[in-house]
């Protein structure tokens, strides 16, 4: 079994809020094989409002799934970025609701689809994309924003293939800011 771990990230462009940012990412790992999966939030505290353009890199070094193959004729990895403005708008009982949604839909589908068939893809984005939304939405104040533009999904896909150590580099574009997150598998 691999882990999947969230290397780094490095903030091209700031989004248009004022000050710092404030980044989260919540990492979704399933199998089709095993029919099991993973989800995890990674935020630290020294983030918020510190963030900012620049040519360096942020290391995260956290294990964000364990225990599954990696295999990517049989995994499909997403990761969304949410750029905090408050409070956090995510907590475990939206986390516990989204992990719960996820893997129903994974095991919905196990038997239908493989891990590259678009419409998996994109059924496993929607509902991630969908729950999160709901997540950020049902917290009093919410006012966390998903990183996402007309051309570029919240849901991005992390592509399983190439190096193990430096898989290849995820961009989340959104509220005027970009940002290139790295994975590796271990």
């Given amino acids: 079994m691999a882990n999947l771990v969230l290397k780094r990230f490095q903030c091209v462009e700031d989004t248009s809020e004022i000050g710092g940012e404030s980044p989260y990412f919540i990492t979704w790992v399933g199998d089709l094989a095993e029919g099991t999966s993973t989800l995890k939030l990674t935020k630290k505290t020294y983030w918020d409002n510190n963030v900012h353009k620049g040519p360096g890199a942020w290391p995260v070094d ?8 990696l295999k990517p004729a049989n995994t499909l990895a997403l990761a969304i970025m949410v750029e905090k403005d408050e409070g956090l708008d995510v907590v475990t009982s939206e986390i516990d ?8 839909v994974l095991r919905n ?14 059924t496993m984005r929607n509902t991630f994309e969908s729950k999160v939304e ?15 533009t007309s051309s570029h999904r919240a849901a991005r ?13 995820v961009t989340f ?8 997150v790295r994975y590796a598998q271990t």
Avoid: C, W
């Fill in 173 to 180: 574009k959104g509220g005027g800011g970009q940002y290139n």
């Fill in 62 to 69: 956290d294990v964000v799934s364990t225990g599954l193959s």
């Fill in 97 to 104: 609701a989204i992990r719960s949604t996820m893997s129903t």
């Fill in 134 to 148: 709901q997540g950020l939405q049902s917290s009093a104040g919410a006012d966390d924003d998903l990183m996402e």
């Fill in 157 to 169: 896909r992390i592509v399983l293939t190439g190096k193990a150590e430096e898989l290849a580099i």
């Fill in 109 to 122: 589908h196990q038997e239908i689809f493989t891990a590259g068939d678009p419409n998996f893809i994109s």
